[in-house]
């Protein structure tokens, strides 16, 4: 009897310690390991340097490593699909962009994923407004004299982009649109390869922000015409707005943000959130973007859907207008 009392204590030693575990591993703190932030473009370029000061942001706050992991192709639609595709529990965020997240949705037929659908958008964090350069050998001064000159030379002037469908080509078919002009894209293998095209006169302007070409426009040897922003930018400030020209509905950007697959806990993301939060009100974070004319965003839930919704429609009439569409 004595050992049948000692062998039951000892079954219920460990039944309560079965009971236990599930409750203690449903309490442990997120996170609790390090976090995967995916970067579905290659390292080096404007995108990939936001999401490195960003990690490093996000590191602090969330008391653990941010592995920022490149998984470039195909125009981001390879590493976007392998965040969705990834476990619905925080520790795999995706860095998005205007391209993965919207763009990409209105040009191409077999997207193999919904962005709408398959991700909980957490916030946009950045904006880069586009501006318009030209190489500063052509005998243009202003954006009338750019106007005027295609409009002499109908289809004989061009732009070069970052590649077919790129926010590259939709802010220059943007601009060919709003202008009434009839210019040549042509598409180059990234956004650096795209200027040294217009540096050597192989093309005569690009529509990208300033981060690509600030040194070329400091240098004399592009010219900047115009500013597609509510505002001129600091680094710059003598290059008026398409506002100011008469040109207000020619507004295009570069921007980014953090999204996670759409099953993720609310309360994770709700973290996600309020980290967010912080860090774009962090001086640190805000300055080192400002040096690459990159202005920080902070919205509501409710104002980034509005934003996404604007972009898509936006982007949707342009490629439609251009006939953009990819397989």
Known sequence: MKYFKIIQVIIAFFL??????????????????QLQLIVPFPAGGPTDIVARLYAQ??????????????????AGIIGTQNAARAEPNGYTILFSTASTGVINQVIMKNLPYDFQKDFSMIALIANAPHLLVVNANLPIKNL??????????????????AGAGSIVQM??????YQSGIDILHVPYKGGAPATMAVLKGEVDLIVNDLST???QIEDGKL???????????????????????????????????????????????AKLRAWNNIIIANPDY?????????????????QTQQFLQD??????????????QLD
């Not at 942001?57 to 992991?69: D, H, M, N, R, T």
């Not at 009338?144 to 982009?161: C, M, T, V, Y």
Request: glycine fraction near 6%; charged fraction near 15%.
């Open 171 to 176: 802010g220059g078919e943007l601009f060919k």
């Open 223 to 269: 010219r900047a015409l115009a500013v597609a922003h509510t505002s001129r930018l600091k680094p710059i400030p003598q290059v008026p707005t398409f506002i100011e020209l008469g040109m207000p509905d020619m507004m295009s950007s570069s921007w980014w943000g953090i999204a996670v697959p759409v099953k993720t806990a609310t309360d994770i993301q």
């Open 144 to 161: 009338a004299d750019l106007i005027s000159l295609a409009k002499q030379n109908p289809g004989k002037l061009s732009f070069a982009s």
């Open 16 to 33: 309560t310690c079965g009971a236990l575990a599930p409750s203690a591993f449903a309490q442990t703190p997120y996170p609790n390991r």
């Open 57 to 74: 942001q996000l590191s602090k706050l969330a008391g653990q490593l941010v592995i920022v992991e490149n998984v470039s192709g195909a």
């Open 286 to 302: 805000v300055g080192r973007l400002a040096d690459m004319a990159i202005e920080p965003l902070l919205m509501t839930p409710e």
């Open 311 to 324: 972009e898509l429609k936006k982007w949707q009439a342009v490629a439609t207008r251009a006939n953009i």
């Open 213 to 215: 070409f600030k040194a």
